[in-house]
């Protein structure tokens, strides 16, 4: 398949895989619960020992970005917005190597998730700029831990993309989903 070299563009392909046949507040719990647990699913590579923990990195990063993309689709949002450049290689030349990355992108996801929590849950009005902000951090530490461990962002989002392609030749599809392949997550 072609690089998906740019955030719109992987938010449109990303929305097409999306399950919409629910009400919005489960969408919204939906995409934040499943960010702040691919966040987590970073965060448990660095708790392995195999040597080879990291090779799943690229897939999981992919699964981080798909709910980033999800969030932003569902509030009338743009990735290329948040991010401030849409194309995905030039993006990434602002990101860098910090420490502490294996938590970070855990803890920014889960502020977010907490922060949709009271809107979903507690009846809070939602504050636009504050999701944004939150999805700012979250994308930042994506392109940090990519640059990190060499890899490229543009990488990612196309074999995400071509990963749920397989999954759902035709879209999302509830049967599809219940019914993997053991590999297939
Ligand atoms: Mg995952």
């Known amino acids: 398949m072609s690089q998906v070299t740019t955030?719109?563009?992987?938010q449109q392909l990303a929305a097409r895989t999306a399950a919409m046949d629910v009400s919005k507040?489960?969408?919204?719990?939906?995409?934040s619960l499943g960010l702040v647990c691919e966040a987590g699913e970073v965060a448990e590579?660095?708790?392995?020992?195999?040597?080879?923990q990291f090779a799943t990195l690229p897939k999981e990063l992919g699964d981080v970005l798909w709910y980033a993309a999800?969030?932003?689709?569902?509030?009338?949002?743009?990735?290329?917005?948040?991010?401030?450049?849409?194309?995905?290689?030039?993006?990434?030349?602002?990101?860098?190597?910090?420490?502490?990355l294996d938590t970070r992108l855990f803890v920014e996801a889960s502020k977010v998730g907490d922060y949709m929590k009271k809107v979903?849950?507690?009846?809070?009005d939602l504050d636009q700029d504050r999701l944004i902000a939150g999805l700012k951090k979250v994308l930042g530490c994506v392109g940090d831990?990519?640059?990190?461990?060499?890899?490229?962002?543009?990488d990612i989002t196309t074999a995400n993309i071509d990963k749920l392609r397989?999954?759902?030749p035709d879209g999302w599809d509830k049967l599809r989903s219940i019914h993997r392949a053991p590999d297939d997550n």
């Open 166 to 168: 397989a999954r759902y």
């Open 145 to 154: 831990l990519a640059v990190a461990h060499r890899l490229q962002v543009t």
């Open 25 to 31: 507040a489960i969408r919204e719990a939906t995409f």
């Open 7 to 10: 955030f719109n563009d992987y």
């Open 45 to 52: 590579l660095y708790l392995m020992d195999t040597g080879r």
């Open 120 to 124: 979903v849950g507690h009846g809070h």
């Open 70 to 100: 999800a969030l932003c689709t569902e509030h009338g949002l743009q990735m290329g917005d948040i991010t401030g450049v849409d194309d995905i290689e030039t993006w990434q030349k602002s990101c860098y190597e910090k420490p502490m």
